[in-house]
Every structure is written in C-alpha cells, then in structure tokens.
C-alpha cells in the first residue's frame, strides 16, 4: 500500500481555536479504504510553512499521496494553491479538475475553488476545500484514481492501454 499525509492548512486550527474536522473525515476515508495516514500536521496560511511542510514530506518523508485541506478559496489567506505549485515539478490538473466538477453538480459556490493538484519527485500532491462536506465529496471523487496514480509515479504501473481495456471490457 501507498504512504500519505494529511496537511490541514487553517490560521484557527493552528492556533487551536477549531478542531480539524476535515483533516479526521479524509483519514477516515483513507482507513476505510485500508490505506495508512503516516503524516499529519496543521500548519497556519503561511505559503512559506505550506511549502516547507511538502517539500520535507515529499523529499525526506518519501510520501506517495499528500492530501491538503483549506486555505483554497478566494480570501486574503487562501493561499495553499500557490505554496503547492512553487513545490510542484509537474502539474496534474485531472485530480482538481475531477474535484471541481463533481462538486459543481452539488453547489455553484464549486467554482470558487482555486485547488491544483501535480507532483513532486514520486509523490502526487492535491488541495482539497476546508469544509469537512466538500473534503469528504472531493476525495471520494479521486479516491478510484490514486492506487493507480502511485503505481505509475513509482515506476510500478503497468501498461495504460492495458488498464483501459480491462476497465471497458464489458462496456456496450
């Protein structure tokens, strides 16, 4: 199985003024798919702190998944998309692209996301939204897409074409 962290990113979690509500529904979801959270940390909305927190997580951890959550939106603070892509070597729009459209099917406030999602040496990184509801819909939507999305980063995954034929072998 796949290593992951969970980087909730929020001033008032930091300083202990809220609980971590969507930081626990995405380790929950993770261990009910079985996979083990072996990070976790709160950081305030500092893009220098979020960067550092990824870069250490990604080159001296050796993580294969960090999921982020808050700090996505339109605010002054909001600034997780930024920290991500100055850590990023490649993006990987599909994953925020996923997150956004599905959530648009439940609410139009969707589009206010400013979410990214790419990579860093083997490790794929995606923001998702700070609420607890939104964190747990956005996950759930590339939850089916990470196994595979470690395997190829890591050099493990099999031949594409191969995955897709098995997938639509039953399709009309």
Known sequence: MFRVGVLTVSDKGWHGERQDRSGEVIREIFSGAGVRVVNYDIVPDEKNLIADKL???????????????????????????EATLSVMDRVAPGFAETMRAESLKKTPHAMLSRAVSGIRGSCLIANLPGSPKAARECLESILPALPHAVETLSGQGGDCAAVEETSYENSP
């Open 55 to 81: 870069t250490e997580w990604v080159d001296e951890d050796k993580l294969d998944i960090i999921i982020t959550t808050g700090g996505t939106g339109l605010g002054p603070r909001d600034v997780t998309p």
